[in-house]
């Protein structure tokens, strides 16, 4: 069984647009959301992460929307630029245990 | 503060061989976590360890997968009689707490 659901699979924006991730969990004890950026041949890099106390977290061009009671939670990529394109991966868990990763989406942003 | 360390980077091996993948955390990080990735899919937790500890290994297959995490020296997540199958690359992530923080991962192929 997925424990974490990601869609789409792919998506393309054009440059300066807003990419839309979504993910959503099964566990109601997972307490931490991770979200990693993966590029060809490299190992996924900590993008942002979020925890259910709070409904939003932003860095810079990122940011993670989180809806307990619906148990879904998005990243949102605000001004794309080509360098995002990548693959994200949106993932749950507890602290100190194992995560659950979604299937991931490949972001294409056209110049 | 150097990143996670993987080696080697691809390993070739032939079916009944063994495979042994090394993994040097971040200094200061006492969590360590093996994933395996299949192409275009997500990563799939293997197994947790601490210093000397097996925390979680519900996700290593029972037979001719190990892994460790001695008091000195990286950890090692052992194949033994590979076969095709094992194909994918191998993460391992390390962690303080809660933030996992991944490796380059090593390529293994399976001839």
């Known amino acids: 069984q997925q424990q974490v659901k990601q869609s789409p699979q792919s998506l393309i924006v054009q440059k300066g647009g807003i990419s839309i991730i979504n993910c959503a969990y099964e566990?109601?004890?997972?307490?931490?959301f991770p979200w990693y950026q993966q590029f060809p041949g490299k190992g996924p890099a900590l993008l942002i992460a979020?925890?259910?106390?709070?409904s939003e977290k932003k860095e810079g061009r990122f940011t993670i929307s989180f809806n307990k009671s619906a148990k879904q939670f998005s990243l949102h990529i605000m001004d794309s630029q080509p360098g995002d394109s990548a693959t994200y991966f949106c993932?749950?868990?507890?602290?100190?245990?194992?995560?659950?990763f979604g299937r991931g989406t490949q972001l294409t942003v056209w110049p | 503060n150097a990143g996670v360390m993987q080696n080697p980077r691809h390993l070739v091996r032939r079916r009944g061989q063994e495979a042994r993948l090394r993994c040097s955390p971040m200094?200061?990080?006492?969590?360590v976590y093996w994933y395996r990735q299949l192409p275009e899919e997500g990563l799939k937790f293997m197994v947790y360890?601490?210093?000397?500890?097996?925390?979680?290994e519900s996700g290593m297959p029972k037979e001719r997968f190990s892994a460790e995490f001695p008091k000195e020296g990286p950890s090692i997540l052992r194949i033994q009689q590979v076969v095709r199958g094992d194909s994918a690359a191998y993460f391992c992530?390390?962690?303080?707490?809660?933030?996992?923080?991944f490796g380059p991962g090593t390529r293994l192929t399976v001839l």
């Open positions: 992530a390390s962690s303080p707490s809660d933030e996992q923080f």
């Open positions: 993932a749950g868990g507890s602290t100190l245990g194992r995560l659950y």
């Open positions: 566990n109601t004890a997972f307490d931490y």
């Open positions: 200094k200061g990080h006492s969590h």
């Open positions: 979020i925890r259910p106390d709070v």
């Open positions: 360890l601490q210093k000397e500890n097996i925390i979680d």
